[in-house]
């Protein structure tokens, strides 16, 4: 049988498996497994485990857990809403401010926490309702919180990007920077919709209420004195500081991107001692048990994943599709096209760290035979599985918004989440127009590669 | 489809309990044990918090470099993985594709997810009979790992081991209880 037929047949044995219903991580162990049986000698299935073992046994990948944990101290305690809060009382006289506020505390609580779902429900639970209560439309109000979510795993820490580090064996504090610019460019892309989208829909409230209709909450004015402003800031400034003497410690060169995960949950959990008086076993239990939970599965998906890759690698299926690939001698935007369609077929499915690890081996070596720069490809392919995290029928943080505002039509939700995937898609253009946005920052900290 | 990710909280839930005595019994005592190990791994996760601090601090305030933070806190991470993804499988927290359970009739629904544990079961258990072999190897030959502070490597092929069977056992519950439970669960 030659590689590109066991290939297919090595992809569609995990088709048939993972849609079987499977939990992913003994999916993937399964076909590894079983085409290690009857394809590979019968030796290595005597290593399976020790493969297992050293390919996990990274203490970058292993710094996920204490990501998560820093994420979930913070995202369990009410520094979310503050943040919120915090930021609404400053920019609430900018027309569409309250939309503007949701966004930049979704993108503060996104560089806290790294995790999307994680920035949706903290940040959300409280932005939804008081964007309704401000006349906004459910649909709009829902979207902006989704999408601002998925600024989680763009901006750095991000446990996809950590991955993608590993899996393209790039450097995580460069992929890191890169993540920076693209973040600052969804963060001004989705404000500037907020207020554009906040204005049309308040000069409709204005023309009803002109017609002799109901006024709107729009219309009303809101106030904050100085005082109330200058009093929400000592809330928020521990978090602050944290974000960035984490950053400083990790480009600064005092810790390694792992010894960041370490000191970055610690003094997450210092922090909420401190400012909440979370501090108790009883407190601190719903987090570790939180975090212990995302990581295992996460982790055990991780490490049945790279003994998948390592099969694909071993009976050259990999290096047969890449080749395939590369054969086909497309143009280099062509490639790079089909390559992000498949991307986001896959993120209907799959969570991004199965899509990272199963792909990485069959999509780089032609990207990087192209001329990529797979620094800026990382972040690329970030944006493109953010937007799997909010388009239909599986997006992850649809599901989270339905949680927390669960009269919300799903439909409106999907509908007021439209503009910021087509937003989504236009900054992946100007990525490819303009690497710099993302490129320009790592380069000039860390040096041009 | 669910990502597994801690979106509603259910403090205090248990995992199912199957119809039969005798599995509802092995069930139970399973679920103390994980909740045990549950407890083990959250004081690692913090220990491993410290270590990582703690090695920032010495090197830079006291410029005494560490050597051994790394793989102490990789083997204290293994230890959480592999001691907690039992517990996790306990309320079924690994998350797959559950495309197919709205399209497919009751019955044939029912064989599917019945299939499914049993599989998963079947592989789980190989996975910890090889990770037994690997630890008796790394136990008798004495294998360490090629730092310079040089561990044994049973340390985490014995965690990896016991948390695989302990996965195996509950897989085994669960395959039982779908067999043996009067009422098809959803």
């Excluded at chain 1, 809101?222 to 000592?234: A, G």
């Excluded at chain 1, 999509?363 to 392919?381: E, H, R």
């Excluded at chain 1, 029928?393 to 989440?417: C, E, Q, R, S, T």
Aim: aromatic share 10%.
């Amino acid at each position: 049988m030659n590689e590109l037929t066991l290939g297919a047949l090595y992809g569609a044995a995990t088709l048939v498996v993972m849609f079987s219903g499977m939990p992913i991580a003994f999916a993937l162990g399964v076909v590894a497994t079983s085409f290690m049986y009857f394809f590979m000698p019968a030796s290595s299935l005597d290593t399976i485990t020790q493969n297992v073992y050293e390919e996990m046994a990274s203490i970058t990948l292993l710094s996920i857990p204490l990501f998560i944990l820093k994420g979930a101290a913070i995202g369990k305690s009410p520094a979310g809403k503050d943040l919120y809060s915090a930021i609404h009382t400053w920019l609430h006289k900018i027309p569409g401010g309250l939309g503007i506020a949701n966004v930049f505390a979704c993108a503060l609580f996104a560089a806290m926490a790294g995790s999307s779902p994680a920035t949706c429900s903290a940040i959300g639970a409280a932005g939804i309702p008081e964007m309704r209560r401000r006349g906004y439309s459910p649909g709009f109000a829902a979207g902006i919180i989704a999408a601002g979510g998925t600024l989680g795993i763009l901006l750095p820490p991000s446990i996809t990007m950590i991955l993608y580090a590993v899996a393209a064996e790039q450097s995580l504090g460069r992929l890191f920077l890169a993540g920076i610019g693209p973040g600052i460019l969804l963060v001004a892309l989705f404000a500037g919709y907020a207020v554009y989208r906040a204005r049309k829909e308040y000069r409709l409230a204005l023309a009803i209420y002109e017609g002799g209709g109901e006024k709107s909450p729009y219309l009303e004015d809101e106030h904050f004195t100085l005082r109330q402003k200058v009093e929400m800031l000592p809330r928020v400034l521990p978090f602050i500081i944290l974000l960035i003497g984490v950053m400083v410690a990790l480009y600064g060169g005092l810790a390694t991107p792992s010894e960041t995960a370490g000191l970055g949950a610690l003094l997450a959990l210092v922090l909420i001692a401190i400012v909440y008086g979370v501090w108790r076993p009883k407190d601190l239990s719903p987090i570790l048990s939180a975090t212990i939970k995302e990581s295992t599965m996460l982790l055990l998906i991780i490490g049945m994943s790279l003994l998948y890759s390592y099969v694909m690698s071993y009976l050259h299926i990999s290096q047969a599709a890449a080749n395939w690939v590369v054969g086909m001698h497309l143009s280099k935007w062509l490639l790079l096209a089909v390559i992000l369609l498949m991307v986001i077929v896959f993120g209907f499915f799959l969570p991004p760290v199965s899509i990272i690890l199963m792909t990485a081996p069959i999509i780089l070596p032609p990207l990087k035979a192209a001329g990529f720069d797979l620094i800026w490809f990382g972040i690329v392919m970030t944006v493109v599985m953010e937007m799997g995290l909010i388009h239909p029928p599986v997006g992850l943080n649809l599901f989270v918004i339905k949680n927390i505002a669960p009269d919300i039509p799903l439909k409106d939700v999907i509908w007021g989440v439209v503009p910021f995937v087509l937003l989504m898609f236009f900054a992946v253009l100007l990525l490819c127009v303009f690497p710099g946005i993302s490129t320009l920052l790592p380069d000039l900290i860390m040096g041009v590669k | 489809m669910s990502h597994g990710f801690d979106l509603q909280p259910q403090a205090g839930a248990g995992p199912a309990v199957p119809d039969n005595a005798a599995l509802a019994a092995v069930s139970a005592l399973l679920d103390k044990l994980n909740r045990a190990l549950v407890k083990l791994s959250m004081l690692a996760l913090i220990m491993t918090a410290l270590v990582l601090t703690y090695s920032v601090v010495s090197r830079y305030f006291f410029s005494a470099p560490t050597d051994w933070q790394d793989e102490a806190s990789v083997f204290m991470l293994v230890g959480v993985t592999f001691f907690c993804t039992a517990s996790v499988q306990s309320y079924r927290g690994h998350i797959g594709i559950e495309a197919l359970a709205s399209l497919l009739p009751r019955r044939v629904n029912a064989v599917r997810l019945f299939f499914v544990d049993l599989v998963s079961l079947l592989f789980c258990a190989f996975f910890a009979w090889k990770s037994w072999t690997l630890f008796y190897e790394a136990w008798s030959e004495g294998q360490t790992t090629s730092s310079t502070f040089a561990p044994p490597l049973w340390i985490p092929y014995s965690m990896m081991a016991a948390g695989m069977s302990l996965l195996a056992i509950q897989l085994l519950v669960q395959t039982l209880a779908r067999a043996t439970n009067k009422k098809e669960a959803s």
